[in-house]
């Protein structure tokens, strides 16, 4: 499968806790992407990171791209109850494939 | 913008029966792309259109699943006849240049 890896399957942290996902990926891509997707609802897009960045920020989040290791990251700081969701990457590669991940399940307890 | 629209929301058919899935992209948006999201097998990609034209329906499970954009503004998805193991959700995404995906709030189906 050419599916994304997100690593761990499920975390569980206490609110105020950072929370670290990782994903990795097999072949050379355009762009990665963070989403998040809440019980019973569609995704929302969070970030984009090309091939040729290395970091973005995007208020509590930060998502980290090591091509050379084909994997990248995302860092939830200061978690919320509200940020309970399970997140996939999704991974843009060169020739026209578009594949997400299998999802990370967080959960923050109050 | 409204975003992405999907309808119907949810959908209850016999087996055998023809379902017609429906999206509605964001305007101006390029790309769009129907998933199948199951519990056992995750996020799936059945399909995507640029400009209009499927570029890869590779996903597509079987000849059952067909796909059409008549224009820029509307896509079907269509199975014909379901089965059982057809039931999940359904997204249509939209997307601008390759950029961020824009989800729809998904179909869920059902074959009994």
């Known amino acids: 499968s050419q599916q994304g890896e997100e690593d761990p399957q499920a975390l569980s942290i206490q609110e105020g806790e950072n929370a670290t996902m990782n994903c990795s990926y097999k072949t050379s891509i355009n762009n990665l992407q963070w989403y998040r997707q809440n019980s019973g609802r569609g995704l929302v897009h969070l970030i984009l990171?090309?091939?040729?960045?290395r970091e973005k920020h995007s208020g509590r989040l930060r998502v980290t791209l090591d091509t050379s290791k084909k994997s990248s990251s995302l860092l939830i700081t200061a978690s919320r109850a509200a940020d309970t969701a399970s997140y996939f990457c999704a991974t843009d590669h060169t020739g026209n494939q578009f594949y997400f991940g299998t999802g990370t399940s967080l959960t923050v307890i109050p | 913008d409204a975003g992405v629209i999907q309808s119907p929301r949810h959908e209850v058919t016999e087996m055998g029966q023809e379902v017609t899935l429906r999206c509605k992209p964001i305007s101006g948006h390029d790309y769009l792309f129907w998933y199948r999201q199951t519990m056992m097998r995750g996020l799936e990609l059945l399909i995507y259109?640029?400009?209009?034209?499927?570029?890869?329906d590779s996903g597509m499970p079987e000849d059952r699943f067909s796909a059409k954009m008549p224009n820029a503004s509307f896509s079907t998805l269509k199975i014909q006849p379901s089965e059982p193991r057809d039931s999940a959700v359904y997204f249509c995404?939209?997307?601008?240049?390759?950029?961020?995906?824009?989800f729809g709030s998904g179909t869920r189906l059902t074959v009994v």
């Open positions: 995404a939209s997307s601008l240049i390759r950029g961020g995906y824009t």
């Open positions: 990171i090309r091939s040729n960045e």
């Open positions: 259109f640029n400009n209009n034209v499927p570029i890869d």
